[in-house]
């Protein structure tokens, strides 16, 4: 047994496991549903939102349950979809397990944020970027 405190970490997000009614991919955005405790989406801007599959969590809450590890803070990389410019405030999207930007961003609900992006994606065609959730 070692006892020891972390001062930094190699990955860079949050996570914890749920289950899930499906395996998802890293970078899918997952809401609070389905059969089991999450899963995607075809609601823009749901309320249920509850973060992005981790490709590779820093830290794993509950690393024992079977199911998805989902960040829930931190950098990860998201689906999104349409034009999205640095600092956007992503919200879930009408595609499934994808994000989009948020529009009127100072009008929307905190339950509705899946993160702000971190870079650019110049095409409306369906893509990965990193965010911050």
Known sequence: TITATA????Y???AEKYEADADYEPGTVLVIGG????TV???AG????VGVVSTDPAYLMNSQVNGVAVALRGRVPCKVVG???KGDVLVTSDIPGYAMVGAMAHSLSPLQI???ALESKTDAQPGIIEIIV
């Not at 001062?7 to 190699?10: E, K």
């Not at 059969?35 to 999450?38: G, L, P, R, S, T």
Request: glycine share 4%; hydrophobic share 35%; no cysteine.
């Open 83 to 85: 034009n999205v410019n």
């Open 114 to 116: 899946v993160g702000r």
């Open 35 to 38: 059969n089991a405790e999450v």
């Open 46 to 49: 749901s309320y249920k939102v």
């Open 41 to 43: 989406t075809e609601e």
């Open 7 to 10: 001062t930094q970490a190699q």
């Open 12 to 14: 860079a997000d949050l």
